[in-house]
Each structure stands twice: as C-alpha cells, then as structure tokens.
C-alpha cells in the first residue's frame, strides 16, 4: 500500500502529483531508530555559478539544464538537505530545546525549498525533453531525491517531537496541525511505533509485496504484447478513422492500403471497438483484452494467485498497524474518512444510474435492431452502436466542431473566466527576458485584483514527438515548479504540459477537439490550487497534503463549466467565420456529453465498489467480481472475462482501495459548482468564496471543512445526478417580498 504521504512517486515512466499516500509501499524502508545512512551524491562540489539547478531562488534556468547537472545537483541538494535534518533531529533529541512548531516543524519546512525546487525542475525536464532525460536516468535521480527527504518522516526523535507539540500546543493555528498531524501519520503508516520484531516482519512483507506488484504489471504487458490478429480486407476498415488507421497500420506511410494489425494497446483496442462492424471480431478482441493475464491464457502468465497474494500482503500491512483491513487503513487519508460513507455515496449514486443504463441499453438495443443488427447486444457491441445513437441523436461530428475552438480563443476565454471569477488578471512575459525550454513555451504571471503579485506559470502546448514524455495520445500535466512557503519566502509556480496538435501556419491557431477543450480546463483547474494557495508552509500549500479523494475537485470544477451554454458559447470562435456555436449546437454538444451517462457511472461504480470489497473481505476474488457484476453491469460476465487479472490500477498500482476517489472528486465538484447556479449573490461573489476556501486553502485544511466553509453544509451526490443528465434540477423557490 502506499504510505509516504509527500514524496512523487514515478512508476514506469508515469508520475502522479505528490499528496498523501502516494509512494508505493516499494518506497520505504525501514531502518533503526539510532543509525544514518549516508549516500554521497557523484559530485558534491557544484556550485550555483556553475550548475543551474542549485539556484533556486529565482526563475529555473531551464535552457541551460542538462541531465548531467540534475544528478550532481540533486546529489549535492541531498546531501546537504539530510545533514541539516539531522541537526533538526538532534535539536528534537535534545530534553534542554524547547519542542515548539517553529522550532521542529518550521525549520524542516524551510529546508524543503532547495531540494522541492531542484527536484521539481527535474521532472519537469523529464517530462518535457524525455529524449535527453530517459526513464532510467529520471528515476534514479528520482531515488535519490527521495531518500533524503523520506527520513524526516521516519526519525523516532521528530515523530517524538511532533506528537509533544500537536498534544501540547494549544496555539496551533488549523494549517500547522494538519502540517504536524501528517508528520505523525506519515511515521506511523511508515511503522514507526512498531517493536524491532514486527519492523522487521513490515519490511519483508512490504517488499514481497513490491515484488508480487511487479510480477502482476510485468505479466499485464506481455500478455498484452502477445496478442495481434492481421486484417486485410479494406472492408472491414473502410470507415475507420485516418488516426486508428495510422496506429494500426503495418507501415504508417500506407495506412490507407494496409494490411492492418489489431493490438491491445490502449490507443488502438478502445477505437476498435466503437468502429469495427464485424461482431465476431468485436467479441473475439473483447475477450482477449479481458483474458489478459489468466489461466485462459496460459497458466504461466496468470495473476489469479497474485491477486490474492497481493489482497493477503496488504491485509496483512494493515493489521500490524493496527487497522482491521486495507481499506480502513486506506480511509485514514480521504475525505470520505469510513467505508460507510463511501458505501452510501455509490449506494445513492447506483439507485439513479441504474435506472438509466437499463432505459439507455434498451433504447441502444431497439437503436441496433431498425439498423439491421439480430442479436442480443452485448459488452463487445455497446462502444460500437453507441458512437453511431450518439451521432444519429445529436448530428455529434468531432471534425466540425473542432472548427470552433482554435486554442488561442479557448485559452484567452478561459484566463478571462478566471479573472472574472476569482478576481486576478494574468500578464504574459516576453519570451525573451524568460529562460525557457522551447521556443513554443509561454509564461504568465498571475496578479491579484490591487496588482500585487502572486505566481506565475509556464505554458507548454504542443506535441513534440520524440522529445516529450507522452505515456498516452492525450498525455497532459499541470506541474508544480516551486511550492509556497511562507518561511523559506517563496512564491508558487507550475507548469502546464500539453499535447495538442501544433497549428499549421502561424497565422492559423490549433483546433481543439473538445476532448482536448475539456483536458485544458481540468488542467487548468488543478494548476489554480497550486498557484492560489495561501497556506504559508509547504508540507501543505497548494495540492500537497490533500486527502486523495479531494485532490481532483478543482479539476472537475473548472470542467463543470463546460455544462454551461453561456460559456460554450464564449470560448467557442469559428476559425474562419469567427461565429460562435448556435444555441442549437450547444444544447446538442451538452447533451452529448451526457450520451449513456447512466451505463457509464454504473461501470465507475463497479469498479469503486469492486476495489473497496477486495480489500475489505476475505472471499475468493473472482467470487467478488462475479457477485457485484450481476448488481451493477446489464450483460452476463462473459465465461471467458478475467479483468480484474489485468487491472493494474487496483491491484499493482497506486488506487488500491482508492478507486472510488474519482467519483467522490466528481460529487463534491458538481456539488461546488452547483453553488453558483443556486445563489442569488453575484458570481463574482460566489467565485471569491470557492477562491478563498478550494483554492487558497489547500492541504493546510480538512477537505470536509474547507466545502463546509464554502456550502455551509456537508455535500450531496444530488448535484452530479444533476449533472450527468440522471435527474432534472430543483426548481429556485421564489423570493419572498
């Protein structure tokens, strides 16, 4: 399970944001209370006059960043980062020093600026030059940074310290308890109270663990490898879009005349199936996307003995430290905070999902049979017939609406929401006078309404095949570069990563698809909490110390707004005409969006409460599966299906009891969003509230009290019915005189 509550964790070249429980179990190790180990950095004599990266007070000298200088660099932040936590050890050690937040926990967080800069600056260079910084030289520099910082949470005279002050402190304002209150649980998930004999058990348990993880994701991907089936009939592709023709293609340069290749790959297998008109092949690549790693397969690349290998280390995780199951453990870092809850909200979000999927299959069902098809539909037809009803129901055409969202007209509308709602103005800087990575790349500051100002971020676009990192057709990232910390005097900065196709002239802007439009907003979102953070420390501005099923919220929030004519209307721009979208239009690409929302909530619902079982109960995985499938999908679990077999995301990745945060996310967001469509006040007013609580608050304040603050109430899953077209809004009551 994962148990590092702050550090960044890269697994196969993928990394995810640095919050609470987001290392791999892989990431610890345990050691003695009374000895240090010392690993000396492979240069130790860089200077900032001849290394870049050790400069870190000002703006990244990114054009002058080599992966040679990362490693010294960090090598040298490392050490210097772990010599000066020992000497706040020593100072926690000692009965004469006085145990006070500023004292201990204060002086930790200044010393996070240098290496939290530097090693920021190093992912960012591994995402956006990836052909000079590989996976194998990211990952060790990875390591390295990693190390150093994990021991602050692992020292026995710190932990001693912090559970002194968080009892004997009454002056602690909210933002330095939950500082202080991570510091306690991050020791205490790391083992930190546990006797020399059960440590030890922790560790080889923890690191059997890791290597049954491994084992699962290692037989996913060649299980996934080994499957291909040749088409060469032209036929059978003739209405297969230039793109999947592309990725299939046996040589790109002649995609239009083939042969072809069906893989698993996920950009090929997903488009696949909504475009192939041959049932039989749509069923028979199905089944071999869910036997993958099972005993239909072959014996030898099965992960059925894993699955339950994998259940046992983590239960077994669990109870030494004192949790009945994974999933309770799991619950001591979400906003959920009980599996009771969690269960109540799939519980309230299946009683409405339900009842749509069984009225959007028939309707798909009777859709399928005037078209000509005789057969029951199953799980392999659905993604087919379902992109045809949506076409046919709302004139859906991707190409031609790509034609009204040029990326320049979308981006300048989405700065100017933002302005209008949380009240700041953002200011461009000349390329020049910034150290930049690409001549592509932009920089923006960002200024409160008086001009003060407040952050800043780096704009990064377009693909750049080859050099950018892009683990999938739509990779994008919003970055943290530089945290706020109040003691080190430091101010945010982040960076947006995209991947959108560069335009064609410089006249002509990029056209989005509205996927792509919607990628920017949740990005953008995310970006917000960590530009706008007021919390003075570190270890909890920005994104950083937030509950794992709150940390998408503003993602979503920024997202939700895409629901709204009066906006679509506004980013939307005709790259020639420069008309907007029609009203018509609009109410069709909304409605669009929410095409079998019913059947697929019920499928995120599966999998929440599916992940959540696993970890909670002791019974035979495929018991489990086949138990809740029957209350929460319409088609029969084919005899052949084993997917969980394959689900790295539960079973070796980082969502292991954890799935089901996507959806919470998604409840409180709509929840939020809904405020400013029930309020009377301004929007601006509403907006200056969700600044002042979402995006300023951060991680320096429990989730559940941050939406108390600004819903005055705890949240309802009745907004995201709203939203996914399940129920009709609450009429406004009338005011009275």
């Known amino acids: 399970m994962l148990v590092n509550l702050s550090c960044l964790t890269a697994m196969a070249g993928v990394f995810i944001k640095s919050n609470l429980l987001r290392v791999s179990s892989a990431a610890i190790r345990f050691r003695p209370k009374t000895t240090y180990v010392v690993l000396l950095p492979e240069n130790p004599v860089d200077t900032p006059e001849d290394n870049?990266?050790?400069?870190?007070?000002?703006?990244?000298?990114?054009?002058?960043?080599?992966?040679?200088?990362?490693?010294?660099?960090?090598?040298?932040?490392?050490?210097?980062?772990?010599?000066?936590?020992?000497?706040?050890?020593?100072?926690?050690?000692?009965?004469?020093?006085?145990?006070?937040?500023?004292?201990?926990?204060?002086?930790?967080?200044?010393?996070?600026?240098p290496l939290n800069t530097a090693w920021s600056n190093v992912k960012t260079l591994y995402t956006v030059k990836n052909h000079e910084m590989n996976t194998t030289a990211y990952l060790k520099i990875h390591e390295r940074a990693r190390k150093a910082r994990v021991h602050k949470f692992q020292s026995f005279p710190i932990y001693e310290a912090c559970k002194e002050i968080y009892v004997s402190d009454k002056n602690l304002n909210e933002a330095q308890r939950r500082v202080v209150r991570k510091f306690l649980l991050e020791a205490r998930l790391n083992g930190i109270e546990l006797s020399p004999d059960k440590a030890a058990i922790f560790t080889t348990m923890l690191t059997k663990l890791e290597g049954e993880k491994s084992v699962f994701k290692k037989k996913v991907i060649e299980s996934t490898n080994r499957f291909s089936y040749n088409i060469q009939d032209p036929n059978i592709v003739k209405d297969f879009p230039d793109t999947l023709l592309k990725n299939m293609a046996v040589e790109r340069s002649r995609y239009k005349q083939g042969p072809w290749v069906i893989t698993l790959q996920p950009h090929v297998y997903s488009s696949f199936l909504e475009h192939c008109p041959l049932t039989d092949l749509r069923r028979n690549t199905y089944r071999a996307c869910n036997m993958r790693a099972s005993n239909h397969i072959s014996k030898d690349l099965s992960n059925s003995i894993h699955i339950e290998e994998i259940r046992s280390l983590r239960g077994e995780q669990a109870r030494l430290l004192g949790y009945e199951n994974f999933t309770q453990m799991s619950m001591e870092t979400k906003m959920a905070g009980s599996v009771e809850n969690v269960l109540s909200m799939i519980t309230s979000l299946l009683a409405k999902a339900k009842q749509a999927q069984k009225k959007e299959i028939a309707s798909l069902q009777e859709f399928a049979e005037v078209r000509g098809f005789d057969l029951q539909l199953e799980a392999w037809d659905v993604d087919y017939w379902r992109r045809k009803q949506k076409r046919h129901l709302y004139s859906y055409d991707e190409m031609h609406l790509q034609e009204y969202f040029p990326f320049e007209h979308v981006f300048v509308s989405l700065l100017e929401l933002c302005s209008e709602l949380f009240g700041i103005s953002f200011e461009e800087i000349p390329g020049d006078q910034v150290s930049k990575w690409h001549p592509d790349v932009r920089f923006f500051n960002i200024l409160d309404n008086s001009g003060d100002y407040l952050s800043s971020f780096y704009l990064d676009p377009y693909q750049r095949p080859g050099e950018k990192l892009q683990t999938r057709l739509d990779s994008a990232w919003s970055l943290g570069c530089r945290s706020r910390s109040d003691i080190a005097g430091t101010l945010p900065i982040a960076n947006l990563v995209f991947n959108f196709?560069?335009?064609?002239?410089?006249?002509?802007?990029?056209?989005?698809?509205?996927?792509?439009?919607?990628?920017?907003?949740?990005?953008?979102?995310?970006?917000?909490?960590?530009?706008?953070?007021?919390?003075?420390?570190?270890?909890?501005?920005?994104?950083?110390?937030?509950?794992?099923?709150?940390?998408?919220?503003?993602?979503?929030?920024?997202?939700?707004?895409?629901?709204?004519?009066?906006?679509?209307?506004?980013?939307?721009?005709?790259?020639?005409?420069?008309?907007?979208?029609?009203?018509?239009?609009?109410?069709?690409?909304?409605?669009?969006?929410?095409?079998?929302?019913?059947?697929?909530?019920?499928?995120?619902?599966?999998?929440?409460?599916?992940?959540?079982?696993?970890?909670?109960?002791?019974?035979?995985?495929?018991?489990?599966?086949?138990?809740?499938?029957?209350?929460?999908?319409?088609?029969?679990?084919?005899?052949?299906?084993?997917?969980?077999?394959?689900?790295?995301?539960?079973?070796?990745?980082?969502?292991?009891?954890?799935?089901?945060?996507?959806?919470?996310?998604?409840?409180?967001?709509?929840?939020?969003?809904?405020?400013?469509?029930?309020?009377?006040?301004?929007?601006?007013?509403?907006?200056?509230?969700?600044?002042?609580?979402?995006?300023?608050?951060?991680?320096g304040c429990h989730p559940s009290e941050v939406f108390r603050s600004f819903r005055g109430r705890d949240p309802s899953p009745d907004a995201l019915h709203v939203l996914c077209g399940l129920s009709q809004p609450k009429q406004k009551l009338p005011q009275s005189n």
């Open 52 to 113: 870049v990266l050790l400069r870190t007070d000002g703006l990244p000298q990114f054009d002058q960043l080599t992966p040679e200088k990362c490693w010294s660099g960090i090598g040298k932040l490392a050490l210097e980062y772990e010599s000066r936590v020992w000497a706040v050890e020593e100072k926690a050690r000692n009965p004469k020093e006085p145990k006070t937040f500023d004292n201990i926990v204060g002086e930790l967080d200044q010393l996070e600026s």
């Open 501 to 699: 196709t560069p335009p064609v002239s410089e006249e002509q802007s990029t056209l989005l698809s509205f996927p792509e439009v919607t990628l920017l907003f949740q990005k953008f979102g995310s970006a917000l909490q960590h530009l706008l953070t007021t919390v003075p420390y570190s270890e909890a501005s920005g994104l950083t110390n937030i509950e794992w099923d709150a940390i998408e919220v503003c993602s979503y929030f920024m997202q939700n707004w895409l629901y709204e004519p009066e906006i679509l209307h506004r980013i939307s721009h005709h790259y020639e005409s420069g008309l907007p979208l029609s009203g018509s239009s609009i109410q069709e690409l909304i409605a669009s969006q929410n095409h079998m929302a019913g059947f697929d909530l019920c499928s995120e619902l599966y999998l929440a409460h599916l992940d959540i079982q696993l970890h909670t109960s002791k019974d035979y995985w495929l018991d489990t599966v086949r138990e809740l499938w029957a209350i929460y999908r319409p088609f029969v679990l084919d005899k052949y299906d084993a997917h969980l077999c394959s689900n790295t995301a539960i079973m070796a990745d980082v969502w292991a009891a954890a799935y089901y945060s996507h959806l919470w996310s998604r409840m409180i967001a709509a929840d939020a969003f809904q405020a400013f469509k029930d309020s009377n006040e301004d929007i601006t007013e509403v907006g200056s509230r969700f600044r002042s609580t979402f995006l300023s608050l951060g991680g």
